[in-house]
């Protein structure tokens, strides 16, 4: 391989790393997942002073990440609402029929 072309992989796979862990489900997306348990308790966050108008807080919440098995702790953060009377609901875990369920965090 070019160094060049050792260069661009690395960048790929650090924006995929950094999107794959750090990014909200997209606007409309609802998407349960089953898992082997439920997350640890929420983490206590302090809300920082919002940045601007037009932001909103999303909260801090664990997120289930099926190649590690296991759940990554997401921080709270302001966001643009992807149009302007979003509302972001966030992740919900339920146990049913004996079996744990994770549905991720969407923009309604």
């Known amino acids: 391989m070019t160094k060049r072309a050792v260069v661009l992989a690395i960048i790929c796979a ?5 999107f794959s862990l750090s ?3 997209q606007a409309g997306v609802y998407v ?4 082997p348990f439920p997350p640890p308790p929420l ?6 002073v919002r ?3 037009g932001y909103a807080w999303v909260g ?3 997120d289930w990440r099926p190649a590690y098995h296991r759940y ?3 921080p709270g953060y302001w966001a643009h609402p992807p149009h302007p009377h979003a509302v972001w609901v966030g992740p919900r875990y339920s146990f049913r029929h004996h079996h744990h369920y994770y549905a991720r965090g969407y923009w309604r």
Not at 43 to 48: A, D, F, G, M, N
């Open 14 to 18: 650090s924006l995929i790393s950094f």
């Open 23 to 25: 990014a909200p489900a």
């Open 32 to 35: 349960r997942l089953g898992v």
């Open 43 to 48: 983490r206590h966050e302090v809300v920082v």
């Open 51 to 53: 940045p601007g108008p």
């Open 60 to 62: 801090g919440y664990w």
């Open 72 to 74: 990554a702790w997401v």
